[in-house]
């Protein structure tokens, strides 16, 4: 077997993964799978228990997402494509709040058995306000599909598949695809000429024959193989054996922090992971299935689909709780792929956003300041260290190349947009990084409303833009002490006159 492994991607390579990124609208996706909720519960913990030795949470808030296969339709949706979800749930309040989670998804059009054999799986993850994760309690009763139900199964897949790009098994062993559904599925696909992805479960994967993908992770695919997986050539090993029993066009292995392998013919393709730091590897399977899936019906090669869905889950990881990723996100990251550090700070209006939501179901308090930026000196630094100690979390609002020519004049930035984001997301006070093409951040803060408001003490309340609308609604205003005779347009006067006093 011809083992490579890849690093950093040509630009050739970003370019052609952009543009296969660009196809994911539109493409309509079949989901079969295992649903369930997945409930978030954030509490205090300040106390162990006088009963026994476990912590005390008060608990402050909770949130519940679509989980199992129902998170593989909600990234296929965050994703720009149409999905078509069939699933199975149980006749009880769970199962209700599914179809009602299910019918706020846009783009994604459900079919759901609801089976009275059944109950509907809730997993519940409790956290500590800072993010910890302290206890997961699992509601379910794992019962195969009845004859009825997998009957009306089958003839939901048989009246979607002929309009579907590519199909999905999202199989979590809750019974949805551990009968003969999987493989009654791939029969028809493999009739219907459209390909198959698997996320699988257990140890027996004989229904799963026939398929094009399957994605299991390490230890899935050790326990599928009862091999040991010591080292890339024995995973690949394993992969390569379970690719000819199956008879499927190839085997990708998760491996959490370790990145992915890719297995198809002779080949074993290594891609080392693209996060920096991992927050919650929750789902992080499904946005991975999703990506990969989408990139092979939008024309891509096993590798390409690979790298995008190992970029995803570089992206998801990074995220507390269940959450998904959004083509903005992905194309993010490849534009900002060679700068250190930017892939995970970086972000548009709509990813601020989405954090600043996260960040306020966490109780964390949201810092902004904005500037140019445009060649880092020591007051910026202290600037964005006192900024950030009034707050838990700090956004940095950076005008676009645009945006400074019209404020600072022709010549102006010295360093373009990229450059300087990419110069400002390494620094460790600041955690998102969002460039804005106005004169003023005005929009930006009346969308992100932080609850503090940070700028240099050479402005004046009344001088700053967005003062008015933070303290509108109990927000703070700072004004950070200054570093005596630092400024940007200071420094790029000095090195004119030090250029012009050069003599050839």
Same mark, same amino acid.
């Given at each position: 077997?011809?083992?490579?492994?890849?690093?950093?991607?040509?630009?050739?390579?970003?370019?052609?993964?952009?543009?296969?990124?660009?196809?994911?609208?539109?493409?309509?996706?079949?989901c079969?799978?295992?649903?369930?909720?997945?409930?978030?519960?954030y509490g205090?913990?300040?106390?162990?228990?006088?009963?026994?030795?476990?912590?005390i949470?008060?608990i402050?808030?909770?949130?519940?997402?679509l989980?199992?296969?129902?998170?593989?339709?909600?990234?296929?949706?965050?994703l720009?494509? @149409?999905?078509?979800?069939?699933?199975?749930?149980?006749?009880?309040?769970?199962?209700?709040?599914?179809g009602?989670?299910?019918?706020?998804?846009?783009?994604?059009?459900?079919?759901?058995?609801?089976?009275?054999?059944?109950?509907?799986?809730?997993?519940?993850?409790?956290?500590?306000?800072?993010?910890?994760h302290?206890l997961?309690?699992?509601?379910?009763?794992v019962?195969t599909?009845?004859?009825?139900?997998?009957?009306?199964?089958?003839?939901?897949?048989?009246?979607?598949?002929?309009?579907?790009?590519?199909?999905?098994?999202?199989?979590?062993?809750?019974?949805?695809l551990?009968?003969?559904?999987? !493989?009654?599925?791939?029969?028809?696909? @493999?009739?219907?000429?459209?390909?198959?992805?698997?996320?699988?479960?257990?140890a027996?994967? #004989?229904?799963?024959?026939?398929?094009?993908?399957?994605?299991?992770?390490?230890?899935?695919?050790?326990e599928?193989?009862g091999?040991?997986?010591?080292?890339?050539?024995?995973?690949?090993?394993?992969?390569?054996?379970?690719?000819?029993?199956?008879g499927v #066009?190839?085997?990708?292995?998760?491996?959490?922090?370790?990145?992915?392998?890719?297995?198809?013919?002779?080949n !074993?393709?290594?891609?080392?992971?693209?996060?920096?730091e991992?927050?919650?590897?929750t789902?992080?399977?499904?946005?991975?299935v999703?990506?990969?899936?989408?990139?092979?019906?939008s024309?891509?090669?096993?590798?390409?689909?690979?790298?995008?869905?190992?970029?995803a889950?570089?992206?998801?990881?990074?995220r507390?709780?269940?959450?998904?990723?959004?083509?903005?996100?992905?194309?993010?990251?490849?534009?900002?792929?060679?700068?250190?550090?930017?892939d995970?700070?970086?972000?548009?209006?709509?990813?601020?956003?989405?954090?600043?939501m996260e960040?306020? @179901?966490q109780?964390?308090?949201?810092?902004?300041?904005?500037?140019?930026?445009?060649?880092?000196?020591?007051?910026?630094v202290s600037?964005?260290?006192?900024?950030?100690?009034?707050?838990?979390?700090?956004?940095?609002?950076?005008n676009?190349?645009?945006?400074?020519?019209?404020?600072?004049?022709?010549?102006?930035?010295?360093?373009n947009?990229a450059?300087? !984001?990419?110069v400002?997301?390494?620094?460790?006070?600041v955690?998102?990084?969002?460039?804005?093409?106005?004169?003023?951040p005005?929009?930006?803060?009346?969308a992100? @409303?932080? #609850?503090?408001?940070?700028k240099?003490a050479?402005?004046?309340?009344?001088?700053?833009?967005?003062?008015e609308?933070?303290?509108?609604?109990?927000?703070?205003?700072?004004?950070?002490?200054?570093v005596?005779?630092?400024?940007?347009?200071a420094?790029?006067?000095a090195?004119?006159? !030090?250029?012009?006093?050069?003599?050839?």
């Amino acid at each position: 077997m011809i083992a490579k492994a890849h690093d950093e991607l040509s630009t050739d390579d970003l370019a052609a993964l952009t543009a296969l990124l660009g196809g994911f609208a539109g493409r309509r996706v079949l989901c079969v799978g295992d649903v369930m909720v997945d409930r978030s519960i954030y509490g205090e913990v300040k106390r162990i228990s006088p009963e026994a030795p476990v912590p005390i949470v008060r608990i402050t808030r909770e949130s519940s997402e679509l989980g199992g296969a129902g998170n593989v339709a909600r990234n296929l949706a965050a994703l720009g494509a @149409r999905c078509a979800f069939v699933t199975a749930v149980g006749d009880d309040r769970a199962g209700r709040e599914v179809g009602n989670m299910l019918a706020r998804l846009t783009n994604v059009e459900p079919y759901l058995r609801v089976s009275r054999q059944r109950e509907t799986t809730i997993k519940s993850r409790f956290f500590s306000l800072d993010g910890h994760h302290l206890l997961r309690a699992d509601r379910e009763s794992v019962v195969t599909v009845s004859a009825d139900d997998l009957a009306d199964l089958e003839r939901a897949v048989a009246s979607q598949i002929k309009d579907a790009d590519a199909i999905i098994l999202s199989d979590y062993g809750k019974g949805v695809l551990t009968g003969t559904l999987a !493989a009654a599925v791939i029969a028809m696909a @493999r009739k219907a000429g459209k390909p198959v992805v698997v996320d699988p479960k257990g140890a027996n994967y #004989d229904r799963y024959a026939g398929a094009n993908v399957i994605t299991p992770n390490r230890t899935e695919l050790a326990e599928a193989t009862g091999l040991a997986l010591d080292g890339n050539d024995a995973i690949a090993a394993a992969a390569g054996a379970l690719r000819r029993e199956l008879g499927v #066009d190839a085997v990708l292995v998760t491996r959490s922090g370790e990145g992915m392998t890719l297995v198809s013919g002779a080949n !074993a393709d290594h891609l080392p992971a693209e996060t920096r730091e991992v927050a919650d590897v929750t789902g992080a399977g499904d946005t991975v299935v999703a990506t990969l899936t989408l990139a092979l019906a939008s024309g891509g090669t096993l590798l390409q689909a690979a790298r995008l869905a190992n970029v995803a889950a570089g992206v998801v990881v990074g995220r507390h709780g269940t959450a998904v990723v959004t083509q903005q996100d992905i194309a993010t990251v490849l534009r900002q792929s060679g700068l250190v550090g930017a892939d995970q700070k970086l972000k548009d209006r709509s990813g601020v956003l989405a954090c600043v939501m996260e960040w306020r @179901r966490q109780g964390l308090k949201v810092g902004f300041t904005n500037g140019c930026f445009d060649l880092i000196h020591p007051g910026h630094v202290s600037l964005l260290s006192q900024a950030r100690a009034a707050c838990d979390r700090l956004i940095v609002g950076l005008n676009s190349d645009e945006s400074v020519r019209r404020l600072k004049g022709e010549g102006r930035p010295v360093q373009n947009e990229a450059a300087r !984001a990419a110069v400002m997301a390494s620094l460790s006070p600041v955690d998102l990084v969002v460039i804005f093409s106005e004169d003023t951040p005005l929009a930006l803060v009346e969308a992100l @409303r932080p #609850d503090v408001l940070v700028k240099g003490a050479d402005y004046t309340k009344e001088q700053i833009v967005g003062a008015e609308v933070v303290e509108s609604y109990g927000g703070r205003v700072v004004l950070a002490s200054l570093v005596a005779a630092q400024s940007t347009t200071a420094t790029i006067a000095a090195m004119k006159s !030090a250029k012009s006093g050069v003599k050839g």
